[in-house]
């Protein structure tokens, strides 16, 4: 189908309040999404999953179940698997509002705006995928939140997972920011790419960021570790990267929807199982998608960063959202009924695996 025209955007925007904004618009574009989109069963002809995901490591399993045929190879032939990488997660909001993507890995802070500005009627999580992978890496001479003051700080898109987990951070020191960018310390929302550049040309002072862009700030540009964003998490664990599903394609083809899930349950195995294997069919996929392939160092230590797990972790969410009310970047949210664990949980029972929870 086409994009709608003038479907609401996703991101959060330059206003302090966003999520506030046009929810009866919001609600008709979804109603059209639906209409131009379509129902029917998956067993009527052909079907389109259209699949977003980012071309980092913190999506290493969507990475390996499209490049290992995990999906495909669950998914059949009746189904044709379209795609698309994204830089973060405000633009995968946008496309599924707009009814052009339909499944994707993304981080909590996104997936909680799109439920938000929804009304809960667009998405639902339906798996996770990645725990830790993000940090705040600096230039080597700060080695205290103190010397932050005055300094410009980079994230990968203004309200994204790590945008947010940056903002909340600072504000537990003590600083003040704003989404123009100005306070006590500058926060410089830019795509991770031009963060290892702009690092190195000397242009920012440091950067919160996942992985592969933590390891390669620290590998290339002789960055520090100021924060890892694990330290202030239960356990380490935290959600970096889940899936969200646009609800229209939930209830017209769920089947599809478990079939896509174990091949997400074979991706997952894979990482944990193959280390050395994982870490080369990601790093060569980063390397066709964005022309340049990462380090053997950095790849490595990357991974060791990570924990890939089916697991939404779902009480890292809630508290993800209650970071984002306090720094102004949305409003109170009810996330009851956010997660659809149904089709997972049945994929995880008929492989004799552990279920998990909403809770």
Known sequence: MAVAKGAVVGRIGTRRRPLRASGAALLAALALAATACGGGTSGAGSVTLRLGYFPNM????????????????????????????????????????????DISYIGPNPAINAWSQSKGKAIHVIAGSTSGGAALVTKPGITIAAQLKGKTIATPQLGNTQDVALRWWLKTQGFATTQEGGGDVKVKPQSNSQTIDTFGAGQIDGAWVPEPFWSRLEVESGAKVLVNEASFWPGGRFVTTHIIVR????????????????????????????????QTVVNTALEKRTGKGLKAETIKAAWGHLQFTVDPIASSLRDSAKHAEEVGLLDRVDLTGIYDLDPLNKVLGDLGKSTVSAT
Do not use: C, Q
Request: net charge negative; proline share 4%.
């Open 247 to 278: 609800t229209e394609f939930l209830n017209a083809h769920r089947d599809i929807v478990e079939k896509f899930l174990r091949g997400h349950v074979k991706a997952v195995d894979f990482a944990n199982a193959n280390p050395a294997e994982a």
């Open 58 to 101: 913190t999506h290493a399993p969507a990475i390996i179940g499209v490049e290992k045929g995990f999906f495909k190879d669950e998914l059949g032939s009746n189904v044709t698997i379209d795609a698309k990488t994204f830089n973060a997660g405000p633009d995968v909001v946008t496309a599924i509002f707009s009814g052009a993507l």
